[in-house]
């Protein structure tokens, strides 16, 4: 006979059952999984920034950058001269006028400074020892600088006093 019975394709009930089972545990799990990044993602605020206007730049001396005036070949042959080139390296200082405080910042990246757009409103948020500030009108980047300075402003401290009375013992 060249016809043999069929072999059940299917699984036996228990086997289906089992594997309906791992199904149903693999979607609660994944829907678990969902809820909780998404909890996590609400729960994570972005940065309150502050707003301040960038009023003013200078360049100030960050000190000084020396070439060597030595080669391999002047090294070996002795005929190195001992001369030096030196140059003032300048650094970028601006002046962040928030609502009560004028901060005097410097770039943090002394390498590849930016160049702020000054009369422009910009965000900053202070974390930790640095001071990130990005302007929306330029790039929007965030970028790390260091607070030289911090001043209270006197225009808001004269308006916030109280008025002197006259007569008033």
Known sequence: ????????????RTEQSEAEG????????????????????QAKDAPAYEKGVLVQMESSSCGY??????????????????HKNTKQVLCQEYLLQADRIIYRI????????????????????IHKDKLLLRVPEADGKEREYLVLSMTPRSD??????????????
């Open 1 to 12: 006979m060249f016809w043999r019975s069929p072999k059940p394709f299917c699984k036996s």
């Open 22 to 41: 791992r199904i149903k545990m693999r979607i609660g799990m994944v829907a678990v999984l969902l809820a909780f990044t998404t909890l996590n993602a």
């Open 65 to 82: 950058s020396e070439k060597d005036g030595k080669t391999i070949a002047g090294q070996i042959f002795g005929t190195d001269g001992q």
């Open 106 to 125: 410097t770039p943090k990246d002394d390498k590849h400074p930016v160049l702020l757009p000054v009369g422009e409103t910009a965000q900053f948020r």
């Open 156 to 169: 808001v401290n004269a308006a916030n006093r109280p008025a002197n009375r006259v007569g008033a013992q």
